[in-house]
T-cell receptor, first 114, second 110 residues
Framework: GAVVSQHPSRVICKSGTSVKIECRSL??????MFWYRQFPKQSLMLMAT?????????EQGVEKDKFLINHASLTLSTLTVTSAHPEDSSFYIC??????????FGDGTRLSIL | KNEVEQSPQNLTAQEGEFITINCSYS?????LHWLQQHPGGGIVSLFM???GKKKHGRLIATINIQEKHSSLHITASHPRDSAVYIC????????????FGKGTKLSVKP
């Protein structure tokens, strides 16, 4: 079946570092990719929606200059957390959907900022 | 604003027991998803349904549109079923923009 690959699965880095997370759809064209964030013991929250070839749509309260999303092709979207701080430590997960595909989720990335 | 409520929050069962997890939502939706999140965070989509009932192996999902309620059932539960089960809905005709419940943490004891 359809698979979404998310990389890396875990990142530990110092405060001030920028971190890039990749989300790839392996066997279908993902016209839309979604990025979610989950803080401990809380629900997944949608951060932004990205459509291939256009700017991402960010949810209220999500800083677009801090969380840069690029969806340059139908199989790849990236989320870059710029100048990460400890409060950005969270679990980030992507999902991808195509024209006739339900959403498929990546395995997530656990980001820890020291 | 659509809200998704799940119950129970935590559930401990003995191996072999029949398990039910409930989900209710507040406004009309286009689809409801049941997701499984394993320790370590990876999410697997179990079901997507907009009406009726779906079955996959020991898992059964039902939805009642009029009552705005869905249930996930696990028959003959097994320790490997231990995970967090999350209900999520989409509305407004959009495939995306999932609204998630807080999840039900299931522990199945041998």
């Amino acid at each position: 079946g359809a698979v979404v690959s998310q990389h890396p699965s875990r990142v530990i880095c110092k405060s001030g570092t920028s971190v890039k997370i990749e989300c790839r759809s392996l066997d279908f064209q993902a016209t839309t990719m979604f990025w979610y964030r989950q803080f401990p013991k809380q629900s997944l929250m949608l951060m932004a929606t990205s459509n291939e070839g256009s700017k991402a749509t960010y949810e209220q309260g999500v800083e677009k200059d801090k969380f840069l999303i690029n969806h340059a092709s139908l199989t790849l979207s990236t989320l870059t957390v710029t100048s990460a701080h400890p409060e950005d430590s969270s679990f980030y997960i992507c999902s991808a959907g195509g024209r006739h595909q339900p959403q498929h989720f990546g395995d997530g990335t656990r980001l820890s900022i020291l | 604003k659509n809200e998704v409520e799940q119950s129970p929050q935590n559930l401990t069962a003995q191996e072999g027991e029949f398990i039910t997890i409930n989900c209710s939502y507040s406004v009309g939706i286009s689809a409801l998803h049941w997701l499984q999140q394993h320790p370590g965070g990876g999410i697997v989509s179990l079901f997507m349904l907009s009406s009726g009932k779906k079955k996959h192996g020991r898992l059964i999902a039902t939805i009642n549109i009029q009552e705005k309620h869905s249930s996930l059932h696990i028959t003959a539960s097994h320790p490997r079923d231990s995970a967090v089960y999350i209900c999520a809905v989409t509305y407004g005709g959009s495939q995306g923009n999932l609204i998630f419940g807080k999840g039900t943490k299931l522990s199945v004891k041998p």
